[in-house]
């Protein structure tokens, strides 16, 4: 979608937001799948309301842009815009236990940063791509924990007609550990994904929610499923739940792929997968 109201343009500098023409969506997202619409980068959190309420009123729909790194977005010209936090300087600020960090730092900075100063748990995210915002979003998690539970504070910018609401920032409580010691966790899940995840491609993580009780990777590998694909879309030979983009697989190419599994998984195992990737197709 392309922003044409001369009146939405003018106003944008005033807000502090950057217009990106035609950005692309496949150089945005870590599947590197997706078209083109304008980006609407926010450099100061207190536009975020003004923004909000100048596009809703000049009808131009939007979607909230965090790392990309969960995402399947659809093909060709899109929709709506995307809006995206930019990240302030310093986006961390420790008291204590207490990690009070802005919604659009990079996860990984933030773990490493916290381990610095003796502050730990989040080993387990070590590697998860993307933004706090994201991960608090999806409630990231690996090797049993999860993000959501060292958060005691989420700020967000509630509007009623914004689809969802936007985070901005979140106060993390984290326990005291010695460096040297988170370093070692730390260690031990770099290793873990890197033997069993195709890290070295794009990908968007896993496609589907393990169901309850069971694992989705599991199911897809006990079908023989590892290399099936359609067009450059492709499940990991590596990670059966992990689906790559091995050249230049389209959306539509990756949504055949999912519905392709699903239906295979449904025959045999009769359950319903739900997406884990988000996927903005419309
Ligand atoms: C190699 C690889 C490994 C991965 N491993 C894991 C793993 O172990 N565990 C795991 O949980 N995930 C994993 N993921 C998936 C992904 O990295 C996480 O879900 C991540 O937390 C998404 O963050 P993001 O900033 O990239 O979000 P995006 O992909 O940009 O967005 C995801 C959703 O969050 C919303 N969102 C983003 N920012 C905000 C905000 N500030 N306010 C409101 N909504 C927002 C978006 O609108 C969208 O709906 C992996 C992905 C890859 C590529």
């Known amino acids: 979608m392309r922003i044409e109201d001369p009146k939405v ?6 807000l502090n937001v950057e217009l990106r023409r035609a950005a692309s969506l496949a150089e945005l997202t870590s599947l ?3 078209g083109t619409t304008d980006l609407l980068r926010i450099q100061k959190q207190e536009s975020i309301l003004g923004l909000l309420s100048l ?27 995307v809006v995206q936090l930019a990240s302030p300087d310093p986006d961390i600020v420790l008291e204590g236990n207490f990690a009070d960090v802005d919604a659009a730092a990079d996860l990984g900075r933030t773990v490493t940063y916290c381990a610095k100063h003796d502050l730990g748990g989040m080993e387990g995210l070590i590697g ?9 979003r999806m409630n990231a998690g690996a090797y049993g ?31 005291s550990k010695p460096y040297k010691e988170i370093l070692q966790g730390i260690r031990i899940c770099n290793e873990k994904r890197r033997s069993s995840q195709p890290l070295g491609q794009k990908s968007a993580g896993c496609i589907f929610k393990n169901p309850p009780g069971a694992s989705a990777g599991r199911m897809i590998d006990e ?29 539509q190419d ?13 025959s045999a195992f009769s359950v319903e997968l739900e997406h884990e990737v988000v996927i903005w197709n419309a």
């Open 9 to 14: 343009v003018a106003a944008l500098p005033e």
């Open 32 to 34: 590197a799948i997706g």
């Open 55 to 81: 596009l809703d009123s000049h009808g131009v729909g939007h979607r909230f842009l965090g790392g990309g790194s969960n995402l399947l977005v659809g093909d060709g010209e899109l929709p709506w815009v």
């Open 128 to 136: 998860v791509p993307g933004t706090v915002g994201g991960a608090l």
């Open 145 to 175: 924990m999860q993000i959501g539970s060292y958060v005691r504070e989420v700020k967000y910018r509630h509007t009623s007609f914004a689809p969802d609401d936007m985070m901005l920032a979140v106060k993390l409580e984290l326990p």
């Open 223 to 251: 079908l023989g499923l590892k290399g099936l694909n359609v067009g450059d879309a492709r499940v990991s030979d590596r990670h059966a739940n992990f689906f790559v983009n091995a050249g230049k697989a389209s959306a």
């Open 254 to 266: 990756m949504l055949a792929l999912i519905a392709d599994v699903r239906g295979r998984v449904r």
